[in-house]
T-cell receptor, first 116, second 112 residues
Framework: DTAVSQTPKYLVTQMGNDKSIKCEQNLGHDTMYWYKQDSKKFLKIMFSYNNKELIINETVPNRFSPKSPDKAHLNLHINSLELGDSAVYFC???????????????FGSGTRLTVV | DQQVKQNSPSLSVQEGRISILNCDYTNSMFDYFLWYKKYPAEGPTFLISISSIKDKNEDGRFTVFLNKSAKHLSLHIVPSQPGDSAVYFCAAKLDSNYQLIWGAGTKLIIKP
């Protein structure tokens, strides 16, 4: 039973299209994230939601819009796709625990987006 | 400016020997450090962490050491096994928020 699942795993699409990537977690975590792994393999945070509230919104084009219908779901919608959007996108979730203990993130398996 | 640096893009170690992966950071306000392991076509998986109030944390074959004065942490894997071949990411967290700051990763190759 997958803890953080994202769909689709692979997505090939043409420039200019609009696409969505879905993410769901069954861990009961309060916080969810979208990360982009670029061509240099850096993991860069894009967005973070805590209990459906946007808490991190890094400098990404406004063609990218996250949507969190509930705390178990965080979807990523991308408008007018460009070649440079090609990357692997990872969803993750975490649970902040008081007393300085942090459980870390649980990642999905990634969505490889290829824009042609 | 990278706040978390992994200066070795790759490391090759003989099976059975010790693997030592290094990570340097610049921000003294980081309160938590984590190591993640990533196989190809999979998401990173949490390996081990250490709070800034400690200098060592051990979990089976994995030990993380933290040297706050040098702003340096390292991951030791003993003994190294073929299944340890993966990319290892170091990450750091500020007390004040949820965000992790990531290093660029080190590819560990365990030779038989």
């Amino acid at each position: 039973d997958t803890a953080v699942s994202q769909t689709p795993k692979y997505l090939v699409t043409q420039m200019g299209n609009d696409k969505s990537i879905k993410c769901e977690q069954n861990l009961g975590h309060d916080t969810m994230y979208w990360y982009k792994q670029d061509s240099k393999k850096f993991l860069k945070i894009m967005f973070s939601y805590n209990n459906k509230e946007l808490i991190i919104n890094e400098t990404v084009p406004n063609r990218f819009s996250p949507k969190s219908p509930d705390k178990a779901h965080l979807n990523l919608h991308i408008n007018s796709l460009e070649l440079g959007d090609s990357a692997v996108y990872f969803c993750a979730s975490s649970q902040e625990v008081r007393d300085r203990w942090f459980s870390g993130y649980t990642f999905g398996s990634g969505t490889r987006l290829t824009v042609v | 400016d990278q706040q978390v640096k992994q200066n070795s893009p790759s490391l090759s170690v003989q099976e059975g020997r010790i693997s030592i992966l290094n990570c340097d950071y610049t921000n003294s306000m980081f309160d938590y450090f984590l190591w993640y392991k990533k196989y190809p076509a999979e998401g990173p998986t949490f390996l081990i962490s250490i709070s800034s109030i400690k200098d060592k944390n051990e979990d089976g074959r994995f030990t993380v050491f933290l040297n706050k004065s040098a702003k340096h942490l390292s991951l030791h894997i003993v003994p190294s096994q073929p299944g340890d071949s993966a990319v290892y990411f170091c990450a750091a967290k500020l007390d004040s928020n949820y965000q992790l700051i990531w290093g660029a990763g080190t590819k560990l190759i365990i030779k038989p």
